[in-house]
């Protein structure tokens, strides 16, 4: 693989049950990045890594959780799923003084 | 509150140029990025301002005035697979990338 994968490409999910969104990159970049993405509105931020390690909450970060137990990988949990969570989420990763975002295909999850 | 405004759509001819804009205020200022994104795709990078002045690549270009809280993406010689969404981004005080709610382009033949 090259870039970023996430995983699933889409979900349909009832409302109260665990989810679990999956990214990897393999470029080693130390920044990630979840995002949802809703109709009419901006990619909003929910939680970020700057390094391995180490997490941070963004905009939007409630009911959502994340870890970093290595450089590659940056999973996405909802711990109990509510129908507002429907969108599309994205991971990102970057790197370098720039600082470019690199996005996967994202996942569509619906929340029934 | 930090904001990012663009128009929600737009329509051009093929062939021929379009300007897209975007003004922003934002806590900070540490680059201005555009991104495109084809519908149910992800967005793809097309280009990066910090300072002043047009950035040329190819068919499109990118513009900033700091002072005045304000970028245009040009694009010329328009191509049917322009069609998309363009999205104006601004990374503020802590490097966080704050993000517009996209131009729709709609290019027609």
């Known amino acids: 693989i090259a870039g970023i994968t996430q995983a699933p490409t889409s979900q349909i999910l009832a409302a109260g049950r665990r989810m679990t969104l999956r990214c990897t990159q393999d470029?080693?970049?130390?920044?990630m990045y979840w995002y949802r993405q809703d109709l009419g509105l901006g990619l909003r931020l929910i939680h970020y890594s700057n390094t391995a390690g180490t997490t941070g909450k963004g905009e939007v970060p409630d009911g959502y959780s994340v870890s970093r137990a290595n450089t590659d990988d940056f999973p996405l949990t909802l711990a109990s799923a509510v129908p507002s969570q429907t969108s599309v989420y994205f991971c990102?990763?970057?790197?370098?003084?720039?600082?470019?975002?690199?996005f996967g295909a994202g996942t569509r999850l619906s929340v029934l | 509150g930090q904001n990012i405004d663009q128009p929600t759509e737009m329509t051009a001819t093929e062939g021929a140029i379009v300007q897209i804009n975007c003004t922003y205020q934002?806590?900070?200022?540490?680059?201005l990025f555009w991104y495109q994104q084809h519908a149910g795709e992800a967005p793809t990078f097309l280009s990066y301002n910090v300072l002043d002045g047009l950035e040329e690549k190819g068919r499109f270009s990118s513009f900033l005035s700091r002072s005045k809280g304000y970028s245009y993406l040009l694009l010329k010689e328009l191509q049917m697979k322009d069609s998309a969404s363009y999205l104006c981004?601004?990374?503020?005080?802590?490097?966080?990338?704050?993000w517009g709610a996209g131009t729709k382009l709609i290019i027609k033949p």
């Open positions: 981004a601004v990374m503020d005080s802590n490097y966080q990338l704050i």
């Open positions: 934002t806590s900070g200022f540490n680059g």
């Open positions: 470029m080693r970049h130390n920044a």
């Open positions: 990102a990763s970057s790197a370098g003084q720039e600082n470019i975002q690199y």
